[in-house]
């Protein structure tokens, strides 16, 4: 670029599926991340549409981020929407959902919608348009499918080019809080990238150093990519089973039968109830008339009582929201208990780090494995590793990251921006890219 072109920006996106943010690029060189929320420069990845007020004809107000995690809590008539990244790749991107007052949206255009929210700040900054731009993508979005993985990739590309995005590139998340670490290196590293968010746990093995760091092309320095599709949202459902859902009725057990033991509850409802995307589809009128009618199925009516106080209020979110509170009071080391009151007057549940770790030993050892798998896809002794990296949102569960880390004994366990490494690498990524 000569001395007298105008700068045309361009942005980094970490589109999360718990948090986002967004990094901007500025005339005298490189990329930083922008305040996206007062001050701060991550966001919850969460639209609220209200429909409370609203003339038939008008539609839904969206608020974003804080904003809209708000105005659920406070009871606002209208749909709280979360963990929009987990449809990308599914038949549901495509299809609508109901947000009340008979009005519906497309999953699609809620993934756009919040992308254009983030663009709208950058370009408000820049005070220009922007049109370049690079995405973070998990290593996969969709374990086991390459058609669905690839799928999920162009629907985002979709949503991104639908808001005015037109030169697009995207990069592994853990690359780029690879290249986030390695800004501050002095030494040639070894490096296993942990990034573990909302919906995947995904894992390089990267060469870093102030050498590498200088090459346009980082290819040969990445050994091995491994993800699975595992991470906080799954913690968040296993910890409502196991310590929420149960006095609802969840593997309860049906009245006494002169012919044998009492046959379990039936279950669906309590992992639909346990998953984000799922839960406004138990409060459609059919399911809860079946619901209804199951009353003879608990032998503890209380069970049954609670579970329809959940559908006829609408406390599946609320209960959701209860389980990853619980999630992080205990992976700040300390035991919780759960206010279960809109349920029933005094209702309370406890709950601790080891109730946790039995919740969720198959997802950490799904994730260990993962980190296993991608050492042996590099064909690297775990003895080689200089540094285990961890970043994301969930790497906050102290357990989970000691048992990474023991995977790696000789390695130097280093935490990065939970929130923003990977962003913030991204950047250093669209600087090369675009620049």
């Given at each position: 670029m000569s001395a007298s072109a105008p700068h045309r920006p361009f942005c980094a996106i970490d589109f999360g599926t718990s948090n986002s943010a967004?990094?901007?690029?500025?005339?005298?060189g490189g990329a930083a991340l922008i305040p996206v929320e007062g001050a701060e420069c991550t966001m919850p990845t969460a639209v609220f549409y209200g429909v409370e007020g609203l003339a038939p004809h008008e539609p839904p107000q969206r608020l974003f981020g804080r904003q809209a995690l708000a105005a659920y809590v406070e009871g606002h008539e209208g749909r709280l929407m979360r963990s929009m990244k987990s449809v990308l790749g599914s038949p549901l991107a495509e299809q609508s959902t109901d947000v009340g007052e008979g009005r519906s949206v497309r999953y699609l255009d809620v993934v756009s919608g919040y992308l254009q929210h983030l663009k709208s700040l950058a370009e408000r900054r820049a005070g220009a348009p922007l049109e370049r731009a690079v995405l973070g993508r998990p290593v996969f979005f969709v374990d086991g499918d390459p058609a669905r993985d690839a799928q999920a990739q162009h629907t985002l590309e979709q949503a991104a080019r639908s808001v005015g995005l037109r030169e697009?590139?995207?990069?592994?998340?853990?690359?780029?809080a690879a290249l986030d670490h390695e800004q501050g290196i002095d030494r040639e590293q070894l490096v296993?990238?942990?990034?573990?968010?909302?919906?995947?746990?995904d894992f390089s093995l990267v060469r870093v150093g102030p050498e590498r760091r200088r090459r346009a092309d980082r290819k040969d320095d990445i050994l091995a990519n491994h993800g699975v599709h595992t991470a906080g949202t799954d913690f968040d459902r296993q910890v409502e089973l196991a310590a929420i859902l149960p006095v609802c009725g969840y593997r309860g057990l049906g009245p006494a039968?002169?012919?044998?033991?009492?046959?379990?509850?039936?279950?669906?409802?309590?992992?639909?109830?346990?998953?984000?995307?799922?839960?406004?589809?138990?409060?459609?009128?059919p399911r809860v008339a079946e619901l209804r009618r199951m009353r003879d199925f608990y032998g503890d009516p209380r069970q049954h009582q609670r579970l329809m106080r959940v559908v006829d209020e609408r406390l599946g979110?609320?209960?959701?929201?209860?389980?990853?509170?619980?999630?992080?009071?205990?992976?700040?080391?300390?035991d919780t208990v759960i206010d279960l009151s809109r349920l029933e007057a005094g209702l309370r549940a406890g709950f601790d780090e080891a109730a946790a770790l039995k919740a969720l030993d198959a997802e950490l050892q799904r994730i260990e494995d993962a980190a296993d798998e991608t050492l042996a896809l590099a064909g690297v002794n775990a003895g080689a590793v200089d540094a285990v990296y961890f970043t994301g949102g969930s790497t906050g569960f102290r357990p989970l990251t000691e048992r990474i880390a023991a995977r790696v004994p000789a390695a130097?366990?280093?935490?990065?921006?939970?929130?923003?490494?990977?962003?913030?690498?991204?950047?250093?990524?669209?600087?090369?890219?675009?620049?």
């Open positions: 967004i990094a901007l690029s500025s005339p005298g697009l590139s995207f990069q592994y998340e853990p690359i780029a296993l990238v942990a990034d573990i968010g909302g919906g995947t746990s039968r002169a012919d044998g033991p009492p046959r379990e509850v039936p279950s669906r409802v309590y992992f639909d109830l346990a998953t984000w995307h799922l839960i406004n589809t138990v409060y459609s009128a979110h609320g209960l959701l929201g209860l389980a990853e509170a619980a999630k992080i009071a205990v992976a700040q080391g300390g130097q366990a280093l935490h990065g921006d939970r929130n923003a490494s990977v962003a913030q690498g991204l950047g250093v990524h669209a600087q090369r890219v675009f620049a």
